[in-house]
């Protein structure tokens, strides 16, 4: 559980936070921007590469970090990616065979209806999850997984949590054209250095919101695709995945709240405003870029707002244990 009486008050005043944010941004170039949340709490090492190899935080003693370059990529032939969509909440897994299952944000929260899914490996992207649903990322860190997390979710476990009651091994990523404490890539920089890049695949520097792309070694970076979804997605394909099930992907908030949430309790999501000019292109050329290399992707939302055309779409059925015919639930 957090552990706010063992970090020092001033670390976690959000009026000393806000303030040092407006102060950084009014005295930093506009590239610096994207790091204001990490100034001046937050110290990034990188190796002779300049790829990430931890963290270290002003004042508090942070959970211990394991380098991407450093992690075993043995998933495996096949992983599934369990997301938020209420459409997860469809899927009875206590039929369903599964061998390596990836999380993202609030899908350790499954367990308390299937307690025999075990995660392997899990993703967070948004440093706003941890601060206001610190319950469920609890469970994350209690559990014999590999973590990835961004520097500024990195910074907030550190502050929240007592990183003597963390079991999982954590490792850092950052997106590619705003690397932490480094100014951002302008798109004419990030095309001139990506071009004919065989690892880190650029389809477009100039995209209005972020540059599009697809990462082959997410220790030198991962591309931003408007949800935590694709950067899991690129993680999967790194380490080694060759069949992919997506689970909840909807990717629409106008069907309910995620599987995990109550309706009057939801967290917001800039789903539908991104969905269209930054979500969908990002899948849409993702999903080339895949199959291209002979990895196979299937989308179990039937109601995701992404086509089957990106993804091909299969009912949750297709996971049923062998010999073992679909048992409707009794619940409701």
């Known amino acids: 559980m957090p552990h706010f009486a063992l970090v020092p008050r001033l670390l976690r005043s959000r009026p000393l936070t806000k303030g040092l944010r407006y102060l950084y941004r009014y005295t930093r170039p506009r590239a610096d921007r994207h790091n204001e949340t990490l100034w001046p709490f937050v110290k990034v090492n990188r190796d002779d590469a300049g790829r990430l190899s931890g963290c270290e935080m002003l004042g508090v003693r942070g959970p211990a970090t394991v380098p991407l370059s450093a992690l075993p990529r043995d998933i495996g032939p096949e992983a599934h990616l369990i997301l938020s969509g209420p459409s997860v909440g469809q899927v009875d897994y206590a039929q369903c065979a599964m061998s390596t299952v990836m999380g993202v944000n609030g899908s350790i929260a499954l367990r308390a209806r299937h307690p025999t899914l075990r995660f392997r490996y899990y993703a967070m992207l948004d440093a706003g999850f941890v601060r206001k649903r610190p319950d469920l990322v609890a469970d994350v860190l209690a559990q014999d997984l590999v973590l990835f997390v961004t520097a500024e979710v990195y910074r907030w476990i550190a502050l929240l949590f007592d990183n003597r009651t963390v079991r999982c091994r954590i490792s850092l990523f950052e997106e590619v054209h705003q690397r932490a404490q480094q100014p951002q890539s302008r798109p004419d920089e990030l095309e001139a250095r990506l071009k004919a890049d065989p690892e880190l695949v650029l389809f ?3 995209h209005p919101m972020h540059a599009h792309g697809f990462s082959l070694n997410p220790a030198r970076g991962l591309f931003g695709g408007g949800t935590v979804a694709y950067t899991a997605l690129q993680l999967l394909a790194w380490l080694g995945a060759k069949r992919i099930f997506l689970h909840g992907l909807d990717l629409t908030a106008t069907t ?6 109550r309706a009057d309790a939801q967290l917001p999501t800039a789903l539908d405003r991104q969905f269209a ?6 899948f849409r050329q993702a999903s080339k870029l895949l199959r291209a290399r002979g990895i196979e992707v299937y989308n179990l939302s039937l109601l995701s707002r992404l086509g089957d055309d990106v993804f091909e779409k299969r009912h949750w059925s ?4 062998p010999s073992r015919p679909l048992q409707m639930s009794a619940r409701p």
Do not use: Q
């Not at 309910?256 to 949430?261: M, T």
């Not at 297709?318 to 244990?321: G, M, P």
């Open 204 to 206: 477009d520097a100039h």
């Open 256 to 261: 309910g709240p995620r599987f995990y949430e």
């Open 277 to 282: 000019g930054h979500i969908e292109p990002a």
């Open 318 to 321: 297709c996971l049923l244990k």
